[in-house]
Antibody, heavy 121, light 106 residues
């Protein structure tokens, strides 16, 4: 059974940092690209960042470029998101999501339950 | 960035109704379009990928169609467990983008 378990969220002051983790199990982690998707309270879904299976390619939404860094450790079956210079607008539930290419189309076929990040003074 | 616009933003329906949700892309995304269902307090679930293919385990009352810029998600006969919010998502270009969601209510 595929499981994705996020951790590391919490209350943090604006301008500070936080590191999110996602522990994966139930599939060959190093075969798949992984992503972070966030959802602000009462709002829709926003893709934040993605990383290829071997960390060779990473991508970010413009609003987090230069502040967030995605990484992975395939030996530990883990995905990370280092978040610096946090802003109030980064407040959201952060989901870890597994990518799958279905008929050549990238989709997110498994999601964790999310970890809540609240940026407030 | 490719903007995804869903309509309507919400709809009221009854069990047994046929429900159609539309999603329009600001530029062609070919068939690089997925649909997700999200229930309150839960993570999203992938329903439809590549515009029209049903994800494994998803009931056949769900179907998707379209290509280019215009897509639809149809629920042929709404069931009680289908009351949820539905999102389209393009994976033609990064940043991957989602529609704003369509809430299906009683």
């Amino acid at each position: 059974e595929v499981q994705l378990v996020e951790s590391g969220g919490g209350l943090v002051q604006p301008g500070r940092s936080l590191r999110l983790s996602c522990a994966a199990s139930g599939f060959n982690f190093d075969d798949y690209a992984m992503h972070w998707v966030r959802q602000a309270p009462g709002k829709g879904l926003e893709w934040v960042s993605g990383i290829s299976w071997n960390s060779g390619r990473v991508a970010y939404v413009d609003s987090v470029k230069g502040r967030f860094t995605i990484s992975r450790d395939n030996a530990k079956n883990s995905l990370y998101l280092e978040m610096n210079s946090l802003r109030a607008e980064d407040t959201a539930l952060y989901y870890c999501a597994k990518e799958n290419k279905l008929r050549g189309v990238t989709g997110f076929d498994y999601w964790g339950q999310g970890t809540l990040v609240t940026v407030s003074s | 960035d490719i903007q995804m616009t869903q309509s309507p933003s919400s709809l009221s329906a009854s069990v047994g109704d046929r429900v159609t949700i539309t999603c329009r892309a600001s530029q062609s995304v070919s068939s690089y379009l997925n649909w997700y269902q999200q229930k309150p307090g839960k993570a999203p679930d992938l329903l439809i990928y590549a515009a029209s293919s049903l994800q494994s385990g998803v009931p056949s009352r769900f179907s998707g169609s379209g290509s280019g810029t215009d897509f639809t998600l149809t629920i042929s006969s709404l069931q009680p467990e289908d009351f949820a919010t539905y999102y389209c998502q393009q994976s033609y270009n990064t940043p991957w983008t989602f529609g704003q969601g369509t809430k299906v209510e009683v």
